[in-house]
């Protein structure tokens, strides 16, 4: 079992859809969550970060966590082209608590 | 202020040479980390460094090397590059290590081509 596991997609919405990107994790003493979105050709980018069990909005983002599930999503209301790109779920890990990454979500938004 | 920046943002190399890539932190931050990815995939772990000591290695090989200047600034370095090397080597700083809520902020990466 992978680490850190996202919905492969690709992911296409209409433009104003809620998108939905999922992400399961298997370290059950993770503390901290973080959601990187990456243009095609570019770096991640953080667009948040969750501790707590339940909902975080910021904007149009909503992250919701589950740490008895092991479960992490994210949830983009409004969806505009330029939310196209593809979603990083990344999870600390290791002695150093470095970043495991997921393999990512495409999402294509329709206009 | 300024992000994390890398140089240099695009290499062409061949099989058998060694390259160096090269990092500098966000300003006060004291911890590098650095990160392949390869096309289609999330990126993976390759070091870690705090004040200049290295605190995580990732599953790669010895070719595989880096270190931390005591400006923070970070160097990896490749030897007897391999086809497979070619990837997306990305750097990322934080204001320091350990508990993991620290946010890690990626630069603008490396594009290494290996012929």
């Known amino acids: 079992q992978k680490e850190v596991e996202q919905n492969s997609g690709p992911l296409s919405v209409p433009e104003g859809a809620i998108a939905s990107l999922n992400c399961t994790y298997s370290?059950?003493?993770?503390?901290?969550f973080f959601w990187y979105r990456q243009y095609s050709g570019k770096s991640p980018e953080l667009i948040m970060s969750?501790?707590?069990?339940g909902d975080k909005e910021d904007g149009r983002f909503t992250a919701q966590l589950n740490k008895a599930s092991q479960y992490v999503s994210l949830l983009i209301r409004d969806s505009q082209p330029s939310d196209s790109a593809t979603y990083l779920c990344?999870?600390?890990?290791?002695?150093?608590?470095?970043?495991?990454f997921g393999s990512g979500t495409q999402l294509t938004v329709l206009p | 202020d300024a992000g994390v920046t890398q140089s240099p943002t695009h290499l062409i190399k061949t099989r058998g040479q060694h390259v160096t890539l090269r990092c500098s932190p966000i300003?006060?931050?004291?911890?590098v980390s650095w990160y392949q990815q390869v096309l289609g995939q999330g990126p993976q772990f390759i070091f870690q460094?705090?004040?200049?000591?290295?605190?995580g290695r990732g599953n790669f090989p010895d070719r595989f090397s880096a270190r931390q200047f005591p400006n923070y600034s970070s160097e990896l370095n490749v030897n007897a590059l391999l086809l497979g090397d070619s990837a997306l080597y990305l750097c990322?700083?934080?204001?320091?290590?350990?508990?993991?809520?620290?946010?890690?902020?990626f630069g603008p990466g490396t594009r290494l081509l290996v012929l």
């Open positions: 990322a700083s934080s204001s320091s290590t350990g508990g993991g809520r620290e946010t890690q902020y």
């Open positions: 370290d059950r003493v993770s503390q901290s």
């Open positions: 969750i501790y707590s069990n």
């Open positions: 990344a999870v600390p890990s290791g002695s150093a608590r470095q970043l495991t």
């Open positions: 300003s006060g931050h004291k911890s």
């Open positions: 460094y705090y004040e200049k000591e290295e605190r």
